[in-house]
């Protein structure tokens, strides 16, 4: 079958990597789509993302190229399909609600597997979606326990491709995060660590801050210092309450966070030292 096909290389730098893999591509009668190459000259590394198209055997794809590359090289050859999706919240809808929006008019090409919740409070909007919503309650249990218990659940709902944390306000401890290793897509205001506790806007608004934003990133053990994936920023000024600072930081949250989504989806994120290359 003549389908697309993407293509990811991470390696050492090396002369001619991009003639040597558009040769294999070119020898075995494959059409370039699109193609993106970045050297990281301060680390000697190559990152290289191909979408080709044609009659196309991955594994004998995949081990021609392997065979041209530098030892230790990473390379997936990812064949067309609808990554699974989990996505958690805990009480705010604005970051869940714009993408179960987006994926309902197809922005998304995925498949939302479900929608886990310490509390039951946005199932009413995630059955408008016909999407299954899984309740995992923090209350009478230790963090430990619940932790387990969401583990639990996400096991029970099989291979998940991504997990998104659309304002969920948990902090995962290091087994979750092992769990999930550079699958867990996390946002965030900008405002840290400058303002912190329950109400950043407020504190920023008192300080007279002229810029608000947010930061979508892979969750790692370093709590908010992931990769990131996406960032935006809007500027306000003195007219601006706190309460209109934070509906506009909303916006620009659920924004930035289906934009890391989508690139996400798209096999477009490499991640390198803990940054990423985006194409």
Same mark, same amino acid.
């Given at each position: 079958?003549?389908?697309?096909?993407?293509?990811?290389?991470?390696?050492?730098?090396?002369?001619?990597?991009?003639?040597?893999?558009?040769?294999?591509?070119?020898?075995?009668?494959?059409?370039?789509?699109?193609?993106?190459?970045?050297?990281?000259?301060?680390?000697?590394?190559?990152?290289?993302?191909?979408?080709?198209?044609?009659?196309?055997?991955?594994?004998?794809?995949?081990?021609?190229?392997?065979?041209?590359?530098?030892?230790?090289?990473?390379?997936?050859?990812?064949?067309?399909?609808?990554?699974?999706?989990?996505?958690?919240?805990?009480?705010?809808?604005?970051?869940?609600?714009?993408?179960?929006?987006? &994926? *309902?008019? !197809?922005?998304?090409?995925?498949?939302?597997?479900?929608?886990?919740? %310490?509390? $039951? =409070?946005? /199932?009413?909007?995630?059955?408008?979606?016909?999407?299954?919503?899984?309740?995992?309650?923090?209350?009478?249990?230790?963090?430990?326990?619940?932790?387990?218990?969401?583990?639990?659940?996400?096991?029970?709902?099989?291979?998940?491709?991504?997990?998104?944390?659309?304002?969920?306000?948990?902090?995962?401890?290091?087994?979750?995060?092992?769990?999930?290793?550079?699958?867990?897509?996390?946002?965030?205001?900008?405002?840290?660590?400058?303002?912190?506790?329950?109400?950043?806007?407020?504190?920023? &608004? *008192?300080? !007279?801050?002229?810029?608000?934003?947010?930061?979508?990133?892979?969750? %790692?053990? $370093? =709590?908010? /210092?992931?990769?990131?994936?996406?960032?935006?920023?809007?500027?306000?000024?003195?007219?601006?309450?706190?309460?209109?600072?934070?509906?506009?930081?909303?916006?620009?949250?659920?924004?930035?966070?289906?934009?890391?989504?989508?690139?996400?989806?798209?096999?477009?994120?490499?991640?390198?030292?803990?940054?990423?290359?985006?194409?």
């Amino acid at each position: 079958m003549n389908e697309h096909y993407r293509v990811l290389i991470h390696c050492n730098d090396e002369k001619g990597l991009v003639y040597k893999v558009s040769s294999i591509f070119f020898h075995r009668n494959l059409n370039i789509i699109s193609n993106n190459e970045f050297v990281d000259k301060a680390h000697n590394k190559f990152f290289m993302r191909s979408v080709v198209a044609g009659e196309i055997a991955p594994d004998v794809l995949k081990s021609e190229l392997a065979s041209v590359l530098p030892p230790h090289a990473h390379l997936e050859v990812i064949a067309p399909r609808k990554k699974r999706v989990v996505l958690m919240a805990t009480k705010e809808s604005h970051a869940l609600g714009d993408i179960l929006i987006r &994926y *309902e008019a !197809g922005e998304l090409d995925c498949h939302i597997v479900g929608v886990v919740s %310490n509390y $039951n =409070l946005l /199932e009413p909007l995630v059955s408008k979606f016909d999407i299954p919503f899984y309740t995992v309650s923090h209350e009478g249990c230790d963090r430990d326990e619940h932790e387990k218990r969401v583990l639990a659940q996400l096991s029970e709902l099989g291979d998940i491709d991504y997990i998104v944390l659309a304002k969920y306000m948990r902090i995962l401890t290091p087994r979750f995060v092992e769990a999930y290793e550079d699958k867990i897509i996390n946002i965030h205001h900008s405002f840290l660590p400058a303002f912190i506790g329950a109400n950043p806007y407020k504190q920023a &608004y *008192e300080r !007279g801050v002229k810029i608000i934003g947010a930061t979508a990133h892979f969750v %790692n053990n $370093n =709590l908010d /210092e992931g990769p990131i994936i996406a960032q935006d920023v809007i500027h306000i000024n003195h007219a601006h309450g706190w309460e209109e600072m934070q509906r506009q930081g909303r916006d620009v949250e659920k924004i930035v966070l289906s934009k890391a989504l989508k690139l996400a989806l798209e096999d477009r994120i490499f991640v390198h030292a803990n940054k990423t290359i985006i194409f």
